[in-house]
């Protein structure tokens, strides 16, 4: 935790061992485009995509070391954004409803 000022050093085997799951992840994404999952093929490049910005969200940003008011203010932002596209989908929803195409 950097509370007292000071800078957290991350030890150089845990930044090889982030790539390494990150381009595992890469491959995963590629084979996983090459599959038809029909309705789920978003949902899962979305779910690998989500990992992956994880991983280097806690790494490569430090959020995993850093004061946890970062974390929250980061959460804080998801949740609105995701907020924001649930309204935008009911808005979407209730106009197909309400004006058919012909």
């Given at each position: ?50 990992v992956k910005a994880g991983l ?13 008011l970062y974390i929250v203010a ?6 609105f954004l995701l907020l924001l ?18």
């Amino acid at each position: 935790m950097a509370s007292d000022g000071k800078h957290h050093i991350i030890p150089l085997p845990v930044y090889f061992q982030v790539i390494i799951a990150l381009l595992i992840l890469t491959v995963v994404t590629v084979a996983a485009a090459r599959v038809d999952f029909g309705a789920l093929n978003t949902v899962i490049a979305l779910a690998i995509a989500s990992v992956k910005a994880g991983l280097v969200l806690a790494y490569f940003m430090h959020l995993k070391y850093d004061d946890r008011l970062y974390i929250v203010a980061f959460g804080t932002g998801i949740f609105f954004l995701l907020l924001l596209y649930f309204f935008t989908w009911i808005d979407e929803a209730t106009r197909i409803i309400q004006n058919p195409v012909l």
